[in-house]
């Protein structure tokens, strides 16, 4: 055997070997393609698609932790810790109908380590709503309240309404500058109707008005506004169809450049109108300058025709993006408020 020969037999016998070590490699699969979440423009920051719909979610919440103060006149001063967690859920897409949305918020709130649920301390509540175009139904501060843009300038804002936390249908209308909204809220509570005097912070049921959820009809309420440039004006009416009262709110808004003015007026004929618990008159004056790119001062001022008025005042200071400090206080005096009543409060807030 020569050489060459050799050579040859080798080079075969090796190609045998590896023949059938190939035979047992473990060949890879082909990674299949990933989905990645994508965001979602049309409805402003922070949404983005859910992965194979073309339904666009958003989720946001705050921390919140405050320390407030109240002394009124010939009283001991009072000291209350508040804590407070708040996460909120929001969900929209397109149709022919207009845009199917929906939005969820539950918070929690601890006031001076108080652990029982609903007792003044600890308090988990659930909002939400739902719609489709402009119909919505939900649970959460009434449509009017929402449409009129709430108070004033500062976070307390002023007293001009408790029609909050109620179960509704309202329906929407918008066309160019101009929109205009008519709801239908539950005024039940519990099983009776909301008929009941707020002596400052007393609730007390009428139980001489109270149809005890007997009737069908819930109240009625509806506003139109309008924009002008940096101007809004608007107005709203609300019907407490239990005792038959009216409530009116009209207002001006305007923002031109660093600063902002609120101007409201509020009447209702029964201080049990669940719009706005007062017999009379109230006026709203609200005022704010951003001082700087992350510093705003803000001032509201009310008062009602039995001589009660109050003033609010804050500052408040974004120390960075998602996390601010508040100061605000107030003082006041009449039967709306109390006997010269002071309040203060400081919060630091992380919000995202």
């Not at 020969?5 to 473990?26: F, T």
Request: hydrophobic residues 35%; negative net charge.
């Amino acid at each position: 055997m020569n050489i060459k020969s050799l050579l040859l037999g080798s080079a075969a016998a090796l190609a045998v070997v590896s023949g059938a070590q190939a035979a047992d490699a473990v060949v890879a699969a082909e990674p299949e393609p990933m989905e990645y979440v994508r965001v979602c423009d049309a409805y402003g920051t922070g949404f983005f698609y859910i992965p194979g719909t073309e339904t666009c979610l958003k989720v946001g919440g705050l921390l919140r932790f405050e320390k407030n103060y109240s002394k009124a006149d010939n009283s001991k001063a009072y000291y209350e810790w508040h804590t407070r967690a708040r996460i909120q859920i929001e969900a929209k897409n397109d149709s022919e109908w207009g845009t199917v949305y929906s939005w969820i918020r539950l918070q929690g709130d601890s006031y001076n380590n108080t652990v029982e649920d609903g007792a003044g301390g600890n308090r988990t509540r659930w909002w939400y709503y739902f719609g489709i175009g402009g119909l919505e139904f939900g649970r959460f501060d009434a449509p009017g309240t929402r449409f009129q843009g709430y108070g004033g300038r500062t976070d307390w804002g002023g007293y001009y309404g408790n029609d909050h936390n109620q179960q509704y249908i309202s329906y929407t209308f918008n066309y160019d500058n101009f929109s205009a909204f008519v709801a239908l809220e539950n005024d039940l509570y519990n099983g009776v109707n909301y008929n009941y005097v707020n002596e400052l912070d007393n609730v007390v049921l009428d139980q001489e008005k109270s149809d005890g959820g007997r009737t069908y009809m819930p109240n009625v309420s509806a506003g139109v506004k309008g924009s002008f440039g940096d101007y809004e004006v608007g107005a709203f009416v609300g019907y407490d169809e239990s005792i038959e009262s009216f409530n009116v709110r009209k207002w001006v808004r305007g923002d031109i450049g660093m600063f902002g003015f609120t101007l409201m007026g509020l009447y209702s004929d029964d201080a049990r109108n669940e719009y706005f618990n007062y017999d009379g008159f109230s006026g709203i004056l609200g005022l704010s300058a951003k001082v700087t790119d992350t510093v705003t001062v803000a001032k509201d001022i009310q008062w009602w025709d039995d001589d009660s008025w109050r003033v609010i005042g804050n500052v408040n200071w974004k120390v960075a993006s998602g996390f601010s400090v508040l100061l605000e206080a107030s003082y006041g005096d009449g039967k709306q408020v109390g006997d010269k009543v002071k309040t203060g409060m400081l919060r630091f807030q992380r919000s995202f």
